[in-house]
């Protein structure tokens, strides 16, 4: 694999070279993907000659993968030939351990954390910053690579070693991930003043089934989508398609990947939409979920989702596979739904720690009013 990679990186030195050599020979160009290449050249060219130590090929062209992708999507990867199928199975499940990986401060971070997981049992909390994954500073490192390395150690049974920046007393702590069974928990409900509130955590392979047998069948029904960090499109489609009729649920469109769109199929779990609570923790899945939802007549209640929902697939030419965004999930206006989020029909500011819960009692208000309409 190094010798692929440290080949892949000479080959792209000499590519950029190329064409900044083309950007001098015409300097009145104004292209700026041509001065950026430029200045990459240049950049690579004072490391080779300047750097301290002897340059690392391998370092430098996996930093050069997470520079190029990354900034495109937390989730894009520029793969090794002999991990692409690793990494098609590792972006379908459960993330290793529980928790989802992100990017802060430069370095690797906790973006959510599973109830029930290893991950919860150790103690991570969402948006703390990972330091070092068994003793390997993650500065630097892609993700792709970092996520790889912890399904490795889940697959083997092996634990794993992490230094944490704690959130709370601004110190680094030792964390050891311990690999264990657990079950990812689809969704939980809870009755509230007469409503039945069902939170969705995760749509997983086959969480349709379990998320609808929470649904009662009459009655009010408040959706929480706001924990809803992770989930697979295709349940995402298959849910709404649980509590919607007739009509398009949503689509995708790409400039070259072309487009494709989704239609209910007959038959619901309820009566009538539910009522959805979103914010900004509903993201990709969720954020296609309460999108289809709110186009066929749901309110959707509290702040607006994320706005990242890309449509990913893999790109491959010759020994190079880039995992990355070819299409965008879009909106019922046709907007996409990646950086613009969705709006809610009922705003709802978020509440301090401690506050309750605003957005779910505007949601139980609202059902209130339409309980005594209806009377």
């Known amino acids: 694999m190094t010798r692929t990679r440290t080949v892949f990186l000479a080959v792209s030195m000499a590519v950029v070279m190329l064409f900044s050599g083309a950007l001098l020979a015409s300097r009145g160009t104004t292209d700026v993907l041509f001065r950026a290449l430029g200045n990459l050249a240049e950049v690579i060219h004072l490391v080779e000659t300047e750097y301290v130590d002897e340059l690392n090929q391998e370092a430098l062209s996996m930093a050069l993968d997470a520079g190029l992708v990354e900034p495109l999507d937390r989730s894009a990867a520029v793969l090794p030939p002999d991990r692409v ?24 971070a906790v973006q959510f954390v599973f109830p029930g997981s290893p991950a919860e049992a150790a103690g991570l909390v969402a948006w703390e910053v990972i330091e070092l994954v068994e003793g390997v ?42 690999p264990r069974e657990w079950t990812l928990r689809p969704a939980s409900a809870e009755q509230r ?26 009655g009010k029904l408040i959706l929480d989508l706001r924990e809803l960090h992770w989930g697979l499109e295709a349940e995402a489609i298959a849910l709404a398609d649980a509590f919607v009729d007739d009509g398009v649920l949503g689509g995708w469109q790409g400039r070259r990947a072309g487009s494709r769109s989704y239609a209910a199929t007959a038959g619901t779990v309820a009566r009538q939409p539910p009522l959805v609570l979103v914010g900004s923790g509903t993201v990709g899945a969720g954020e296609i979920l309460a999108s ?16 990242q929902a890309p449509y990913m697939s893999l790109a491959r030419d010759g020994d190079v596979a880039v995992w990355m965004p070819v299409g965008q999930w879009l909106r019922a206006d046709g907007q996409p739904i990646s950086g613009n989020g969705i709006e809610p029909d009922e705003a709802v500011e978020a509440a301090a720690d401690g506050e309750g819960d605003p957005a779910l009692e505007r949601a139980l208000e609202i059902l209130g009013r339409e309980l005594e309409k209806a009377a």
């Not at 049974?157 to 311990?178: A, I, M, S």
């Open 85 to 108: 199928d690793d990494y098609l199975e590792l972006v379908a499940s459960p993330p290793p351990f529980g928790f989802g990986l992100s990017s802060r401060l430069g370095a690797a």
């Open 137 to 178: 500073n993650s500065r630097g490192r892609p993700l792709w690579q970092i996520r790889l390395e912890l399904m490795d150690h889940e697959r083997r049974g092996q634990p794993v070693r992490l230094t944490v920046l704690d959130r709370e007393v601004d110190e680094r702590r030792e964390v050891v991930l311990e």
């Open 193 to 218: 003043d007469g409503a039945t509130v069902v939170r969705v955590e995760a749509l997983a392979d086959s969480s349709v089934a379990a998320i609808a047998a929470l649904v009662p069948e009459g």
């Open 292 to 307: 289809a939802l709110q186009r066929h007549g749901a309110v959707l209640v509290g702040q607006k989702t994320g706005g």
